[in-house]
């Protein structure tokens, strides 16, 4: 059998608050129509006080009395002013009770019904009392001549009466009770209608149990969770998102992301109110893909974000890179060992013994010297491996990778703290960028006056040491320092504050390639101020561009640059 569903929490809401309006409102009619009953019989018991006082203090009535028969005189008097005033009855009595006048004839001569000994006493007194005429208000009030009481009056108004005219007031009341039900019944519904369609007509117990599963969810999806109001303020964010956001602040619910100190290009980003796919954006020590997705609805309800962390990816994929560098430089130098070769067999076959063994020992030496100075100079594997590798690609674009004489970096120097895939990335990138600059078309063309010597080959200058140079300040001695130079055509001092911006680059956007985005700066400020280290651009030597990075050798938490950034602190970029 299949359980019935429980009403909505629309409904639900809706039969509570038209029962609580029917409630409330039969309750005022209550209260009214006591109210009313009450105030008709002091209204009654007022006009009846006032009739007797009238007829009382009247001097006809006093004069009559003293006459052998006053009921011919007094009983159309008393009828006139009963039909004047409205009341029931107007009762002229006696001392003793006896009647004078009576609204029937009939009763005159006979005994007053009801009590006379306060009005006897010379005092006014009002009772409900049952008498000829049915149940009544009525006042008894003597009639003085003098100090003597030579009568009482006694004039009522029927219960009835009063009855019919707090009928007819009931009657308005539950017209105006119905009408007020109707508007507060219309009036809730429209409420609830409205809320029907926001809580998409589930219960109470439904809406509980999405909220627990929500809050479930929120903290066990892995990926960073962001949703943003209309406003543009934050309405919800999970773990995942803190972690990689790096926010620690409890409360930033309700707050702008521009307060969270977070990059400007990822700031925009998050302020976007358009859809964006898998945009690769930076924060100060991850990697992190943005996706962002408008809540559609009609009108502007805000944002959905997510966010996953693409550090890790990113460092494989610069691993990959290097890797396909590393292959590209083997390949480069089969092809040109081969085509030796081939030059070496040529002039054999030619009888020029003497010709190809000094040829042969010419290239050997000159493929031997810089593998010697490397090897000689930096002892650490990943980065001479890398060194080599980069100076044959380089040497493949007629750029010349020079490693400088200072050069000097011992097996085991580099701590476990600073990862081979940091190096990598770090080194890797300044490398890449500077060949970028020195192979660019108009790079060799040097004015007069400047460093460079005419009709020399484009030149990388790569400088990787221990110790301290000249220059250094101290504590030099305790730092792991990377210096680039080039010899192209250098950075602007207006593009210096910007180099390090994701996005930036020194090329034309047709000219990045499938696979450029403007990273590699940005990469190699992240990783520098996660070690703790700095980086500065100045020029060159050769007229171009020169990067240093500083990286110290002694424990470190992590986090930012003691020193930050020296020329340029932007965040994100390559050239």
Not at 109 to 119: C, D, E, Q, R
Not at 193 to 218: I, K, V
Not at 439 to 445: F, I, L, N, R, V
Not at 556 to 567: E, F, I, L, S
Request: glycine content about 12%.
């Amino acid at each position: 059998m299949r359980v019935p569903r429980p009403r909505s929490l629309a409904g639900q809401l809706f039969t509570m608050q038209v029962v609580l309006v029917a409630v409330l409102v039969a309750g005022c009619a209550v209260f009214v129509y006591v109210k009313d009953r009450h105030q008709a019989e002091a209204s009654a018991r007022h006009r009846a006080t006032a009739t007797a006082h009238a007829v009382a203090d009247s001097p006809s009535v006093r004069q009559a009395i003293r006459t052998p028969e006053p009921s011919g005189a007094l009983q159309p008097y008393a009828e006139q002013v009963r039909r004047d005033t409205g009341v029931t009855f107007i009762t002229i009595m006696s001392p003793q009770r006896t009647r004078w006048t009576h609204p029937n004839p009939a009763e005159i001569g006979g005994t007053f019904v009801g009590h006379t000994a306060p009005a006897l006493r010379g005092h006014t007194f009002s009772e409900t009392y049952t008498g000829t005429l049915g149940p009544s208000v009525r006042v008894v009030t003597p009639v003085r001549d003098g100090d003597r009481i030579v009568g009482l009056v006694s004039a009522g108004i029927a219960v009835d009466t009063i009855t019919e005219q707090v009928r007819r007031q009931v009657a308005v009341l539950l017209l105006a009770a119905g009408i007020a039900v109707a508007l507060g019944g219309t009036g809730t519904y429209v409420v609830n209608a409205r809320l029907r369609r926001h809580t998409h007509g589930m219960n109470a117990a439904e809406l509980s149990r999405m909220h627990d599963y929500h809050e479930a969810a929120l903290h066990a999806v892995r990926e960073g969770l962001l949703m943003l109001d209309g406003q543009r303020r934050i309405a919800l964010i999970n773990d995942g998102a803190r972690e990689l956001l790096g926010v620690t602040d409890p409360d930033v619910i309700g707050r702008n992301p521009a307060e969270l100190a977070l990059p400007a290009p990822l700031t925009g980003a998050l302020l976007s109110a358009e859809p964006r796919v898998d945009e690769v954006h930076l924060t100060k020590e991850r990697v992190v893909v943005v996706n962002i997705s408008p809540v559609s609805g009609g009108e502007r309800r805000g944002t959905v974000v997510t966010l996953r962390d693409h550090t890790e990816l990113q460092a494989l994929t610069g691993e990959l890179d290097s890797v396909r560098g590393f292959a590209e430089a083997l390949r480069s130098q089969a092809h040109e060992s081969a085509n030796r070769l081939h030059a070496v067999v040529s002039l054999i076959e030619l009888g020029r013994h003497e010709e190809a063994v000094t040829f042969a020992t010419e290239e050997l030496e000159l493929a031997q010297a810089l593998t010697d100075q490397v090897t000689a100079a930096v002892a650490e594997p990943v980065l001479a491996a890398l060194l080599l590798g980069k100076a044959a690609q380089a040497n493949e674009r007629g750029v010349e990778l020079v490693l400088s004489p200072d050069s000097d970096v011992d097996d085991g120097s580099v701590p476990p703290e600073l990862p081979a895939r940091d190096l990598v990335t770090l080194l890797g990138n300044l490398i890449d960028n500077a060949v970028e600059a020195a192979a660019q078309p108009g790079a060799a063309a040097v004015p007069d006056g400047a460093a460079r010597t005419r009709g020399r080959a484009p030149r990388v200058t790569v400088t990787v040491r221990t110790g301290a140079g000249a220059g250094d300040g101290p504590g030099a001695a305790g730092q792991l320092v990377i210096g680039v130079a080039d010899s192209g055509r250098g950075i602007s001092p207006e593009a210096a504050e910007d180099v390090f911006r994701r996005g930036w680059s020194t090329k034309r956007p047709g000219d990045r390639g499938p696979h450029g985005s403007g990273l590699g700066l940005a990469l190699v400020q992240q990783i520098t101020h996660r070690h703790g280290g700095t980086v500065s651009l100045g020029e060159a030597a050769d007229g171009g561009a020169e990067f240093t990075v500083r990286l110290p050798l002694r424990p470190y938490g992590g986090g930012a640059a003691p020193g930050g950034t020296d020329r340029a602190g932007a965040t994100g970029g390559a050239r």
